[in-house]
């Protein structure tokens, strides 16, 4: 598709229902992400998320979407520790969710962590620039490679994951020249979040372009939709007319010819 000038849609999904309807609209990739943390566990970052939650929310994913490319998130000290856990965990991902490959975060000092999880067979999506996981010592979230010297470092990065095996980068919260100039150095994809329109694909969390996860919005999101108060209106109704009695109607209800009140005077 790089070389084709063709450019990559990928969204998150984290459950089967969500997951088929993005397949129905041709979507490239499906990520499982670790954001699932904070849209749907409900913490305050992605570092709590386990590898069972990331298990048990990708396999839902790949029922729902059987034939498009699943891509997981690894979660947070699943491949800090050595090449050897790191290599267990992917392929966990691999056997017990269905996942095409996996995403992990970090430059440089991750490359022997992506050659040894290649080597292994298990495909990894590289994802530099802002990384949600160690955002902290990045000063937060904040946009990264503002300067000439933290630019040279993310193309380092960038050119370091690609020779370790990398199928492709997520780059994200970069300046948009940056973003094109890495896209340009590098035979791999590229997809983008908060990187400009250069990079060969984009990448949104699901619930953000649906409008409905109302806790942040990050610049680079664009709502397609606003669900939440369609959704809020949905459920307001519903509760009224089950409060006034009007629901279930008839129309809603099984009825048959059975005279049941007889139960009552037996």
């Given amino acids: 598709?790089?070389?084709?000038?063709?450019?990559?849609?990928?969204?998150?999904?984290?459950?089967?229902?969500?997951?088929?309807?993005?397949?129905?609209?041709?979507?490239?990739?499906?990520?499982?992400?670790?954001?699932?943390?904070?849209?749907?566990?409900?913490y305050d970052s992605t570092v709590p998320v386990t590898m069972a939650d990331m298990l048990h929310h990708a396999a839902a994913v790949r029922r729902g979407a059987p034939g498009v490319f699943v891509l997981c998130d690894m979660p947070f000290g699943s491949y800090h520790t050595?090449?050897?856990?790191?290599?267990?965990?992917?392929?966990?991902?691999?056997?017990?969710?269905?996942?095409?490959?996996?995403?992990?975060?970090?430059?440089?000092?991750?490359?022997?962590?992506?050659?040894?999880?290649?080597?292994?067979?298990?495909?990894?999506m590289g994802h530099i620039g802002l990384t949600p996981q160690t955002a902290g010592q990045l000063g937060g979230f904040k946009v990264q490679g503002k300067d000439i010297e933290a630019a040279r470092r993310l193309l380092a990065e960038a050119r370091a994951l690609e020779e370790a095996g990398a199928f492709a980068l997520l780059i994200e919260c970069v300046p948009s020249g940056l973003a094109r100039v890495i896209s340009s150095v590098v035979s791999i994809p590229t997809v983008g979040i908060g990187a400009g329109v250069d990079c060969d694909g984009q990448v949104l969390v699901g619930h953000d372009l649906l409008g409905m996860y109302e806790r942040f919005q990050p610049k680079f999101v664009k709502h397609y939709a606003s669900l939440s108060p369609l959704i809020k209106a949905a459920v307001a109704e519903f509760s009224r007319e089950v409060r006034n009695g009007s629901y279930p109607d008839a129309e809603h209800s099984f009825a048959d010819s059975t005279d049941y009140q007889r139960l009552l005077q037996e």
């Fill in 82 to 124: 050595g090449v050897r856990d790191a290599v267990i965990n992917g392929l966990r991902i691999m056997k017990e969710a269905g996942s095409d490959a996996v995403k992990l975060e970090g430059g440089i000092e991750m490359c022997p962590v992506v050659k040894g999880l290649v080597e292994a067979g298990v495909p990894v």
């Fill in 1 to 42: 598709m790089k070389a084709g000038g063709q450019r990559i849609t990928m969204l998150t999904a984290y459950d089967a229902a969500m997951a088929s309807l993005f397949a129905s609209c041709e979507v490239d990739i499906l990520l499982v992400g670790d954001s699932l943390g904070m849209v749907v566990l409900g």
